[in-house]
């Protein structure tokens, strides 16, 4: 499977309930596009709690099942938190293109959050163009993330 730059990409994909139908709007956009999609749950509505789901998908980028991730909810804040409890992981919460931009280019996020109840679909589908289309920058960056690797790594040992 081939994204738009050529690459490789398989996906992985949670949501809680609030994110649910978001989740399958993003799920064909991606499938149409040709990624490999691997999607991690929940299946439907009914109430469920994002952190198990959210853990699941950053395991899943960490263990390299996956290349990115995607997680949704109501906000994208908590779905956000629980990403970035796994080790490895970069979490970011994106509700416009400026801010996925710039989580990829400056900071090389794995997983992308989007709030389900924030952004309509027809905008979540941009926003998610170009996090995934966005490639880091690396240069002066490159310090920051070893830096925050570094602190990942102290914190994990306490």
């Not at 738009?4 to 596009?33: C, N, P, W």
Request: aromatic share 6%.
């Amino acid at each position: 499977m081939l994204d738009y730059m050529g690459r490789v990409q398989r996906i992985a994909i949670g949501s809680d309930h609030a994110g649910f139908e978001l989740k399958t709007e993003l799920i064909k956009f991606l499938s149409d596009s040709a990624f490999d999609v691997k999607d991690l749950g929940t299946f439907s509505t009914d109430p469920v709690g994002y952190p198990d789901i959210c853990a699941n998908v950053g395991r899943d980028v960490r263990d390299g099942g996956s290349d990115m991730g995607i997680v949704l909810g109501g906000s994208g804040q908590g779905e956000q938190i629980a990403a970035n409890k796994v080790h490895g992981v970069r979490a970011a919460l994106c509700l416009n293109e400026f801010t996925a931009r710039l989580a990829r280019l400056h900071n090389d996020a794995n997983v992308i959050a989007i709030g389900a109840r924030i952004v309509p679909p027809i905008y979540a589908i941009e926003i998610l163009k170009v996090f995934l289309a966005t490639e880091f920058e690396a240069g002066r960056h490159v310090e920051r993330i070893e830096q925050l690797k570094a602190i990942e790594t102290q914190e994990c040992q306490s």
